[in-house]
């Protein structure tokens, strides 16, 4: 092809661009699986765990309690995104605990007995990483397996959407693939008999939809996904 410089010019600016949005384009927000008011809160909790809690500056941790307060009341108001619907009663256990210990924070704060601000300090960081936990996914391919399966499970099963699903089925499988080869955190070492056995058992559930979207029978399909969705549960569950 043989362009003027003009309008190679002209074409490469329209590819330019249009890369540049693709690449500005915001990840679909029915997928994402964070809760911004409590990554919010690290800006807050880093110093106090980091700095005054182990230099014992009980100035500086009195004067985080505006903070805290502001901080936590934005997390109590917070909903979880939809993919993480699963997760609510935790979810709701958790706040409980949390709010506890925010208000144990805040009345220490306010009075003068430093050994018990420091405690509350403790147990503040304490349950807002548990609350952390409780949406964060042990390993980065269950999550990544997960915002594929939510599309299947929640938009395109109902809707009987089968080309849809066999779109994004090659994917699921590989992503399954990759929980298999994945390695448990040293916390949870030992757990890996377990998951590795529940992995294994999600990974053929992925390929037996494959099987039943090339079936083309649509009962097949539905009872496949369903048996994908079991199977991921047995994973999730392995670490409750």
């Keep these: 092809?043989?362009?003027?410089?003009?309008?190679?010019?002209?074409?490469?600016?329209?590819?330019?661009?249009?890369?540049?949005?693709?690449?500005?384009?915001?990840?679909?927000?029915?997928?994402?699986?964070?809760?911004?008011?409590?990554?919010?809160?690290?800006?807050?909790?880093?110093?106090?765990?980091?700095?005054?809690?182990?230099?014992?500056?009980?100035?500086?941790?009195?004067?985080?309690?505006?903070?805290?307060?502001?901080?936590?009341?934005?997390?109590?108001?917070?909903?979880?995104?939809?993919?993480?619907?699963?997760?609510?009663?935790?979810?709701?256990?958790?706040?409980?605990?949390?709010r506890a210990a925010v208000d144990d924070y805040l009345k220490s704060a306010a009075d003068s007995n430093d050994q018990a601000l420091l405690a509350a300090a403790e147990v503040l960081h304490a349950k807002y990483e548990m609350l952390v936990r409780i949406i964060r996914p042990v390993l980065k391919e269950i999550e990544a397996f997960h915002k594929v399966l939510y599309v299947i499970y929640h938009k395109y099963l109902p809707d009987k959407n089968y080309e849809g699903i066999r779109a994004v089925s090659e994917d699921l499988t590989l992503k399954a693939e990759a929980i298999t080869k994945a390695s448990l955190p040293k916390r949870l070492e030992e757990k890996t008999e377990a998951f590795k056995t529940a992995a294994e058992a999600l990974y053929e559930s992925t390929k037996a939809l494959g099987q039943a979207l090339a079936s083309g029978e649509g009962k097949a399909v539905e009872a496949a996904v369903e048996a994908v969705h079991t199977k991921y549960q047995v994973v999730e569950k392995i670490f409750d």
Aim: net charge negative.
């Design 1 to 98: 092809m043989n362009l003027k410089p003009a309008i190679r010019a002209t074409v490469l600016t329209v590819a330019v661009f249009s890369l540049s949005v693709l690449q500005a384009e915001p990840q679909d927000p029915v997928v994402e699986s964070t809760v911004p008011e409590l990554t919010e809160f690290h800006d807050v909790i880093y110093p106090i765990w980091h700095t005054a809690y182990p230099e014992k500056d009980y100035a500086a941790l009195r004067r985080f309690a505006p903070e805290v307060k502001s901080g936590a009341e934005k997390i109590f108001a917070a909903k979880l995104p939809a993919i993480l619907h699963e997760k609510q009663e935790k979810w709701n256990r958790g706040l409980i605990e949390f």
